[in-house]
T-cell receptor
């Protein structure tokens, strides 16, 4: 199985930078995803890390350290529309089954 | 337009009355999956399918069945629904197992 931890809630100010952490313990690892989910909507894909290091995509970046079982999502130049839930998800491998396990999500509130 | 379509979007039904939630994707994706989302518990995977006629259990398969007779369709079957299956359900698909998932708009089930 997999154990995935994220902070429950975070608050940040418009224009600022926020880092959302995700730690995981897994019997098999085949990649880590970040999704964004606005209230009442479906999750949408943000980023994917399978190797260690930083992946940058515009205002969003994601980092992975497989040896530490740790990832973070970095959001820069925060906008009000970034208020949403951010979901960390870990993919198993052939040893542990190809299930996709989600953390409980981090609810981010961006304030003016 | 590339999409994952779930039906129905909303359903209120009674305990024990068999129901099926359909899911269809038009992107020729191999990997399909069902999730339920509950407050405080996040997204939990019910079943997934790596390809036609290949299905496997996720974290919370009890009380559910699936089938994958064709690549585009992945119905979720509740043979004898119970109130603890009241939830928001999402179907998702991806080209292959390690690609980002596209989610349907969700199905809100209430079982009385």
């Amino acid at each position: 199985g997999q154990n995935i931890d994220q902070p429950t809630e975070m608050t940040a100010t418009e224009g600022a930078i926020v880092q959302i952490n995700c730690t995981y313990q897994t019997s098999g690892f085949n990649g880590l995803f970040w999704y964004q989910q606005h209230a009442g909507e479906a999750p949408t894909f943000l980023s994917y890390n399978v190797l260690d290091g930083l992946e940058e995509k515009g205002r969003f970046s994601s980092f992975l350290s497989r040896s530490k079982g740790y990832s973070y999502l970095l959001l820069k130049e925060l906008q009000m529309k970034d208020s949403a839930s951010y979901l960390c998800a870990v993919r198993g491998n052939s040893n542990s089954g190809y299930a996709l396990n989600f953390g409980k999500g981090t609810s981010l509130l961006v304030t003016p | 337009e590339a999409q994952v379509t779930q039906n129905p979007r909303y359903l209120i039904t009674v305990t024990g009355k068999k129901l099926t939630v359909t899911c269809s994707q038009n992107m020729n994706h191999e990997y399909m999956s069902w999730y339920r989302q509950d407050p405080g518990l996040g997204l939990r995977q019910i079943y997934y399918s790596m390809n036609v006629e290949v299905t496997d259990k996720g974290d919370v398969p009890e009380g559910y069945k699936v089938s994958r007779k064709e690549k585009r369709n992945f119905p979720l079957i509740l043979e004898s629904p119970s109130p603890n299956q009241t939830s928001l359900y999402f179907c998702a698909s991806s080209l292959v197992v390690d690609q980002p998932q596209h989610f349907g708009d969700g199905t809100r089930l209430s079982i009385l």
